[in-house]
């Protein structure tokens, strides 16, 4: 509290943060359902996650089911050529994590992105097949039902099949996308640029189909073959000529070496909710676990939702976290991460030492020695009638990924070796700033921000939550979960609520238009910081949640609501769906 009287008498936050009520955004009503509940960023896809769950399929048979549509109705970012991960919590309470990341290609270096004179060459870890990691999608959902379902590859995936064969009518969503696709991502691959683009040259408009009759044949391969109808024969085959012919290094060793790992999932605690995340090679659970240390020791919810006092010490909180992210994390397999150290209050304690209660930090003055995620990810969120909790989070990286189809697969393929250093010190495409820990090695998945999270309370699901953004996948998962605890919004409240970020460099804060007020702007500048508006809404997330047994906090603390799940797609992701049953 000593902090608090701080801020108020030196930066006048009386208003904001004694009388301060907070102004939820105007949402919908959460959707209601009892059984079960999926939401994903493509209201078909949704559709198909339900009823696979009414079919007797549990969460991971619709996570499995999900996977396969989003790549056929979602191909910005719904996919069977990137990767990601997946958050298990089931009914007993027993959880475990899925990591199905692409890794570097057996042939990968460390300069691979850098010319002669040792800098980056432009694009090179962007587009073309160069850019390509190992997929690992495929992968991932075959050992998660293969392990945790219940149902047959078919029964999984013979829904995305039909999509692909038959085609799907697209909405007003899908042609801004295919048309800003063929204009800016495909031209350079003919193969991507016949799928998602019309014969005619004229731009997409709502109501056409759009037929991916390769793609189908390559999901009917997988529903047949299991694993062996991706990462070997045909499909495998076709990737790697494409890959050598193109400038790429894929090879089909790179894919028969192909391992899913299942690891233990971070957890932590904050205001006695109990929180399940991603471990590395994800950063993601790790950092929103950090920052909730940090923050636990301050009154949040009296502070109030975007106050001046809140957004200072989130910032703070933010720029502390993301250096120990972006300058010690890692694979696990090629780097010792400090896990315990980074999940550690008295560490988190130690940090609000150091947090000035007067004035902004300044990012340069963290500078770790030895120094100088892309938007187009997509999460989604289920439970079903048991209690079984699944979040996944997967990705292309890119929107469209590296814009490459190898001909006969219809499979757009990732650019996620963007996501590694290329040069110490030097910014990715996202402006995160990175270390050795991240650099280029053979087998080695790059750093992620990826957060599918799941929470409990007292042994029982509480929320699932999780979203795209880039690195600001960590900033919108941990807003999220905070304006539920600690500001009383419902699930859709949370996640529409303006957001802010902050990533340690650039140094600054970067928020929605109107995010926060002109005062809060004025007080904040007053401290020392730079605000920044980004207008670009495609970076701020399209988040998935779920909460369990109420609309809200004050309606679950009072004995429950009207239904039992309660499930809310972004409003930035206008196909989005939830579809609860």
Known sequence: ????????????????????????????????????????????????????????????????????????????????????????????????????????????????????DGNIVEDASWAGYLAVGVPGTVAGLEYAREKYGKLSSHDLIDPAIALARDGF???????????????EVFGGDPAAKAIFSKSDGT?????????????????????????DGFYKGATA???????????????????????VREMEPIACSYRGYDIISSPPPSSGGLIICEILNVLEGYPIGYLGAN??????????????????RNSALGDPDFVENPVEKLLDKAYAAEIRGRIDPYRAGVSEGLMPEGMGESNETTHYSIIDEEGNAVAVTYTLNGSYGAGVVADGTGILLNNEMDDFTSKPGSA?????????????????????SMSPTVISKDGEPFMVIGSPGGPRIITITLESIMNVIDHG?????????????????????????????PDTIRLLTGMGYKVGIDPDWTIWGQAAGILVGGRDLAEIEAGGGDARYYGAIDSRASSGKAVGY
Do not use: C
Not at 15 to 36: C, M, N, R, T, W
Not at 237 to 259: H, N, P, R
């Open 169 to 183: 009518a697209l909405n007003a969503y899908d042609v801004d996308s295919l048309n800003w696709g063929a204009s």
């Open 307 to 324: 106050s001046a006092a809140t957004v200072h010490l989130m910032v703070e909180a933010m720029r502390h976290a993301f250096v120990d």
């Open 489 to 517: 919004m419902d699930m859709q409240e949370a996640i529409d609520a303006p957001r802010i970020h902050h990533q340690w460099l650039p140094d600054d804060i970067k928020m929605e238009p109107n995010g926060l007020s």
């Open 203 to 227: 731009p997409f408009v709502v109501g056409d189909v759009l037929v991916q009759s390769d793609l189908a044949a390559t999901l009917t391969a997988i529903a047949d073959q299991g694993l």
């Open 1 to 116: 509290m000593r902090l608090l009287a701080n801020l108020i008498a030196t930066t006048g936050l009386v208003a904001a943060s004694v009388i301060y009520q907070p102004a939820f955004a105007a949402s919908l009503e959460p959707v209601k359902a009892d059984h079960g509940m999926v939401v994903t960023a493509q209201h078909l896809a949704s559709e198909v996650g339900v009823e696979v769950l009414k079919k007797g399929g549990n969460a991971v048979d619709a996570a499995v089911a999900v996977g396969y549509a989003l790549a056929v109705v979602y191909p910005e970012a719904g996919n069977i050529g990137g990767g990601g991960f997946m958050t298990i919590r089931m009914k007993d309470g027993t959880s475990t994590f899925l990591d199905f990341r692409e890794r570097a290609p057996l042939a990968a270096t460390q300069d691979m992105y850098l010319d002669a």
């Open 428 to 448: 990715n495409a996202y402006g995160l700033v990175q270390g050795e820990a991240n650099a280029i090695q053979p087998r080695k998945s790059p750093l992620s």
């Open 237 to 259: 085959e076709k990737i790697v000529k494409a890959s050598q012919d193109k400038g790429g290094i894929l090879s089909l060793e790179d894919f028969e070496q192909y391992k």
